[in-house]
């Protein structure tokens, strides 16, 4: 682990997502195993019964959620370390309540950002295929308003829309930059994603590199002073502790010394 000891992650997904493998109780005794300071679940939260149809496939039904916590405080019982619950969420605004109440009806610790998509005239597009400049900036702002709701305790991977190897750009710096200073007022961690550093490395505009993170988002944030939270977003069990070491190696690399905590 070269030199690193204390190991928290707070970006975690279960079977109940449908496109993650393991229960609760797998990722628990893979953390104890593999060493954990603190182990944070955040599965894609659910919508409304009448509303299943936003981004469909990659999240638990509203009347799953119960499990899901409970399953959480069942596996908690057995860890030498803190476990927390929380849910994974795009933001929209017509859902801002929604979230709300999210986090009220399960008695969650923590919500997380995850700026996946945006909407573009009725249609949840995924960030990495945007085209036009308009839609991107549209993007961004949205991001922006979600991180100024105060609903969310970290932004997951904020350097996403880099996925499909989208070239660094001034006007993409500064898009970025809009988002660092927003959470640095609202005193918000950004995250390196363990899940990025693992893909199949991308065509970019100077060859082949990681999907994400993306090197220039992170001088970035390096240059501004913003507060950072390195967290694996695993999968697999075998990863969930494995993909936070990684991300606190990549931050070694720019200097940066990431939160231990997100309360």
């Known amino acids: 682990r070269c030199g690193i000891t204390v190991i928290p992650n707070f970006h975690t997904h279960t079977y109940l997502c449908k496109h993650a493998e393991g229960t609760v109780a797998d ?19 659910p919508y409304p019964e009448d509303k299943n149809d936003t981004w469909p496939g990659i999240r638990m039904f509203i009347d799953e959620g119960q499990i899901y916590v409970k399953e959480i405080k069942e596996a908690a019982k057995k860890a030498p370390f803190p476990v927390y619950s929380g849910f994974e969420c795009e933001y929209d605004k017509r859902y801002h309540n929604w979230y709300a109440e999210l986090r009220q009806r399960f008695n969650l610790d923590y919500l997380v950002l995850g700026p996946h998509w945006v909407d573009v005239y009725g249609e949840f597009v995924y960030a990495p295929q945007l ?51 927003a959470a640095m007022d609202c005193n918000m961690p950004l995250e390196i994603n363990g899940a990025g550093l693992s893909r199949q490395l991308v065509i970019g505009e100077h060859g082949l590199r990681k999907p994400y993170p993306m090197d220039q988002f992170w001088e970035l944030v390096v240059k501004k002073g913003a507060k950072v939270v390195c967290n694996s977003d695993a999968h697999r069990p075998c990863d969930v502790i494995a993909f936070a070491v990684a991300t606190r190696k990549y931050a070694e690399k720019f200097g940066i010394k990431p939160l231990d905590t997100i309360f």
């Open 27 to 45: 990722y628990v005794a893979a953390a104890i195993s593999a060493g954990c300071s603190a182990l944070g679940f955040s599965d894609h939260c």
């Open 131 to 181: 085209e036009s400049s308009k839609d991107v900036h549209r993007y961004f702002d949205n991001m922006i308003q979600a991180i100024s709701s105060g609903l969310f305790n970290f932004v997951a991977h904020p350097d996403l829309i880099m996925a499909d190897g989208r070239c660094w750009t001034e006007d993409l710096a500064a898009c970025f930059s809009a988002v660092i200073e």
